[in-house]
């Protein structure tokens, strides 16, 4: 299978559609490659994206209600659950909001 050949990282944020919202200043830069892992790889259909996004929002309020987000270590009497009332659902994300968060 031959492969597309793609624009660069550095190439799609120096393209001028991005600039608006750009500020090369205040963007930091990894010392290191960032990987992708095989759940976001495999990734093709908006309802894979939808329960990606979900599986985040959920793990981000579960590790900042217990203060170790950044840690990625949440504690199991972090609150989650305690208000289902008060929290989304993943259905309650629109199709247009996904597909923003991905592109």
């Given at each position: 299978m031959k492969s597309i050949?793609?624009?660069?990282?550095v190439e799609a944020l120096d393209h001028p559609y991005v600039?608006?919202?750009?500020?090369?200043e205040g963007e930091p830069v990894a010392d290191h490659q960032v990987g992708i892992d095989?759940?976001?790889?495999?990734?093709?259909?908006?309802d894979?994206?939808?329960?990606?996004i979900w599986?985040?929002?959920q793990n981000f309020r579960l590790?900042?209600?217990s203060g170790n987000y950044l840690?990625?270590?949440?504690?199991?009497d972090s609150g989650v659950g305690k208000?289902?009332?008060?929290?989304?659902?993943?259905?309650d994300v629109d199709d247009d909001v996904v597909v923003r968060i991905v592109l």
């Open positions: 050949p793609r624009i660069s990282v600039q608006d919202c750009r500020d090369p095989a759940e976001e790889e495999s990734a093709t259909l908006l894979d994206w939808r329960e990606l599986k985040e929002i590790c900042s209600r840690n990625e270590n949440p504690t199991r208000e289902p009332s008060q929290f989304l659902t993943k259905d």
